[in-house]
């Protein structure tokens, strides 16, 4: 397919040379809409004139492009550590001084102490349970653990060419990944009528159906869930660690928003935790990554990249590839690295910031749980629209229309179905531009349905 | 080759299942030397006797961590901008405020300011040519957009396999990317009897004889160089452009240490300026990808991750897909992206921080020049070590033994010859740190010819 004679075929790297994994990877969130979206801003800055008046982002999670503050003490000591000087104003409280202190002590000795942090932070987390900081790894982000641990996880080829099952709908890094590593993606599809739950029963035929043309070895899951936001049951996780020993998949746990779990009723439970209270039948031997992430929670610090993962039961000959691997990158960014130390060590009742970063904390927290369900209130408002509830992440799924009606409309209007039948949105925006949001959105559905119907 | 009956043959991955191009990746870097290095020193601390009394790590090119002070502009802006509160500080001056507000701006709108800024600063240092911002990516530090720019390189099987040539001596990333991505490594060899200058006769064996076994598509360049210190001349690169061009090769120009030039005569000539110089039969046609780091230079900044790199004449297809590709990854860390404006757009001579600045970045500067001197005048003083002028970048390349006479010898004394035959080493560590080391390597030398002569 070579364009012969056009300029492009005196290029080494066109697209019939480029690497073909690259093209067959899709991610969305960066996409056309949001380049459009730009542009658009862009626009009504120039002055023109459209028929509104702002574009409100609700597409992606990050808390602080999205007006949430950050968290006063974490920058307080990333400000010591980029600056020492600062180390000698009074106007710091002496706990911020105390973490940057040691952190920056640290930095010079190699951060081996953020990992023994990370350890007793994960301990605390599942009431005593041990972590051993040697199986702390840090990361840029969880993103780049979960790339990592899924380029451990590819080899072979054709029917024996590694599989990968995630969740659809999902986060589409899982996807994009999968595609880049030349892997093969196994679908398995979220109950939308059960608050998109996950079935073992599901799970089972993915599997299934999968092993005829691959070599199914991992599980992902993404819970609290993004884009659904549905919180796993400690049964659910108990059957999902069952499945993963019973079939034999090495499971990977995003567990990023572990800390944003908004209904009443449900519960984070970590993956780590259900499989040691299973006993050593589960704990001795199903292989787990779990992830989390400086990035989302209350601290919404997407920015610095901070990130880490615990594995579990790995090979010791292949956790020793793990190490270089992850060495060949160098290290995480630093600054991500000093903000995770302060987030799995911030401050105690007797420390000066205690109260400031409880409220702030508390406060940041109740917001998200106040729009999650002013989210799934309003929607549900509107006849045809169906909305599960936001248990927990930053996420609504809904979708237009129960029945096929809705399609027969979309077709009728000549508009692309995908676009509005289900949709992901962000619970982010403040208070006032979501109402805006769920306001526009209302009354777009009302007028077209008015309009096709 | 699975190992039946034992309990590693229960896990999901092991040695056997793990992605096999992971087993290929060397990475010497982090490796066991390094380990032994930091378990000894763990030893020290505990009071454990040695024949020695400290480690003094000469292996990397981490600044910082050898000692070398960070520069205070760019550490003020980055507190400023990690806790926007010090913006009311009457401690700090007006340029590193005004900074950090037009960062914290920019950030808020999505940093395409910081890709202007870069592309000012590019057209700054060569002269005057165009740089379009658009050509512009950030990066986490300088490996992650060359492992990028390879991955987009790679495709094709057996003979069709992308190869891609790297200088050896070599910074380990090229070679543990390109086993990461299963690419064939061309190895072309710098010449150690000339200043370990580049020939374009070498360049010609080396891609004649891989043409045999794989495609050749890309040519990489590290100037100034590492591990080997030479800077290359202008007529240099002419060659290598007209030979990437005559060859259809892509050309990627790693350019890290480009203010890292210690010897006279020597000067940095960007890849970019010089292309533009021979003519649009070169500049419109050769496609070049060149890197660059806030990590080295006076900078030093490793912990950061901030980078950019310049891609020209690049397919706009191609581009599109290399904008998704680092899309997945979201984006570098921002205090990386925040320190790189800084640097590219430092403070002016109407600025209140400017003689601070200019003053520790010449004296930054002016202390590697001095080492590198020094290092190349000690060790050339010991009978049977031979260290070609360190030209530029942070490191020696010395060998011991300019005869076989030493490869007896150490055959003789049983040990490993390739520990000791030629070996890297940064000129980072203090003044004084960097005396001892060299004192030591000479008295260890001295003994060894003794002993086993």
Excluded at 9 to 20: A, G, I, K, Q, Y
């Amino acid at each position: 397919m070579a364009q012969n004679g056009c300029e492009h075929s005196e290029r080494v790297l066109t697209m019939d040379t480029m690497n073909p994994n690259v093209k067959r990877v899709e991610y969305a969130v960066r996409g056309p809409i949001v380049q459009r979206a730009v542009q658009i801003e862009r626009e009504l800055n120039m002055g023109i004139k459209k028929p509104f008046t702002e574009v409100i982002k609700a597409n992606i999670g990050d808390c602080h492009a999205m007006g949430q503050k950050p968290i006063t003490f974490f920058r307080q000591v990333l400000a010591l550590c980029s600056y020492p000087d600062l180390l000698e104003d009074s106007k710091f409280p002496e706990d911020a001084k105390s973490r940057a202190r040691r952190i920056l002590q640290a930095i010079s000795q190699g951060i081996e102490m953020i990992r023994q942090d990370v350890a007793r932070y994960i301990e605390r987390r599942d009431g005593g349970i041990t972590c051993d900081p040697d199986n702390i790894y840090l990361s840029t982000g969880a993103s780049d653990g979960i790339v990592t641990m899924l380029k451990l996880l590819v080899s072979g080829e054709g029917v024996s060419r590694t599989g990968v099952m995630i969740s659809i709908p999902q986060y589409p890094l899982y996807s994009a990944a999968l595609a880049d590593l030349g892997a093969v993606q196994i679908s398995y599809y979220l109950d939308e009528d059960n608050c998109w739950s996950l079935d073992i029963n599901e799970l089972r035929r993915a599997l299934q159906e999968a092993k005829k043309h691959c070599s199914p070895q991992a599980l992902c899951i993404i819970n609290p869930g993004n884009p659904t936001g549905q919180v796993q049951s400690r049964q659910c996780i108990e059957d999902v660690i069952r499945f993963a020993a019973a079939e034999k998949l090495f499971l990977m746990a995003d567990e990023v928003y572990q800390d944003n779990v908004y209904a009443e009723g449900s519960k984070f439970h970590s993956f780590k935790k259900v499989l040691f209270e299973m006993g050593p039948e589960y704990s001795e031997k199903v292989e787990l990554a779990s992830f989390h992430s400086t990035s989302k929670c209350y601290m919404g610090e997407c920015g610095f990249r901070g990130g880490y993962m615990e594995v579990i039961n790995l090979d010791p000959e292949v956790k020793f590839q793990l190490t270089k691997l992850v060495s060949v990158r160098l290290c995480p960014p630093v600054p991500g690295q000093a903000l995770l130390d302060v987030v799995v060590n911030p401050p105690q009742p007797d420390e000066p910031s205690y109260d400031t970063f409880i409220k702030e904390r508390t406060d940041t927290l109740a917001t998200l749980a106040e729009k999650a369900s002013m989210t799934q209130e309003i929607l549900n408002q509107v006849p045809g629209i169906k909305c599960n509830p936001v248990q927990g992440a930053m996420y609504t799924f809904p979708r237009e229309g129960t029945s096929s009606r809705y399609v027969l409309l979309y077709e009728a209007s000549g508009r692309k179905r995908h676009l509005f039948g289900s949709w992901q949105m962000t619970i982010l925006p403040p208070v006032e531009k979501l109402k805006i949001v769920l306001a526009k959105i209302k009354e777009f559905h009302q007028h077209f349905v008015e309009q096709y119907s």
